[in-house]
């Protein structure tokens, strides 16, 4: 399966947004960002696991609560973060 951008929902109650990858053991996540919140209607992003040396991250199936398609206002602000490329049509959902 390919790299598709996804919202991950783990066992401890983070959400991630990245490129996601699954298999019947795990999933691996790329250019991944965790969301926080950050104000009234406002989501914020820090880098998944930004201490670790390398990428991606390889997380156990056991882990995950769901994976879900990300609003297209999400999935071009992360493709914006982790490319530089600027995707059009991001209105309505404010990321600080």
Known sequence: MKDEYKLVRLSSGEEVVGKVTQ???SITITDGYSLIPAGEG???????VPYAKREPIVVNENSVMFVA???????AQVIEATTGIMMPGSGGLKLV
């Open 69 to 75: 398609e990300p609003m297209d206002e999400l999935k």
């Open 42 to 48: 406002k989501i914020g992003m820090v880098p998944f």
């Open 23 to 25: 298999n019947e053991e």
